[in-house]
């Protein structure tokens, strides 16, 4: 399972770091991935990062502005955020799939989820 933490309120243009522990699967096995969902609006893919974090991907609505790292010693994925929008406001999700990286780009393709954390971007 996994389990985020570090949501929260913060002003337009902060920052705020989310954190996603694992336990219970083979965690260096699995490529990571960061989704958000707002209200009425599908899982959105914002990051993913391969099994070693030799490679990663972002979306562009986040791109160079959202930064995901793992630590397969601590069993954790991080995303940090730093000039965070009112339209980042959403529910955000770590997940964990044994597909490959180059294929992992869809939500139905993760088996594992933490259970989710908002974060909330005031204007």
């Known amino acids: 399972q996994l389990q985020a933490s570090g949501g929260g309120l913060v002003q337009a243009g902060g920052s705020l770091r989310l954190s996603c522990a694992a336990s219970?699967?083979?965690?260096?096995?699995?490529?990571l991935g960061w989704f958000r969902q707002a209200p009425g609006k599908e899982r959105e893919l914002l990051a993913r990062i391969a099994r070693t974090g030799s490679a990663t991907d972002y979306a562009d609505s986040v791109k160079g502005r959202f930064t995901i790292a793992r630590s397969n010693t601590k069993r954790t994925v991080y995303l940090q955020m730093n000039s965070l929008k009112p339209e980042d406001t959403a529910v955000y999700y770590c997940?964990?799939?044994?597909?490959?990286?180059?294929?992992?780009?869809?939500?139905?393709?993760?088996?594992?989820w933490g259970q989710g954390t908002q974060v909330t971007v005031s204007s």
């Open positions: 219970g699967f083979t965690f260096g096995n699995h490529v």
């Open positions: 997940g964990a799939t044994t597909t490959i990286y180059t294929r992992a780009t869809e939500a139905e393709q993760y088996g594992f």
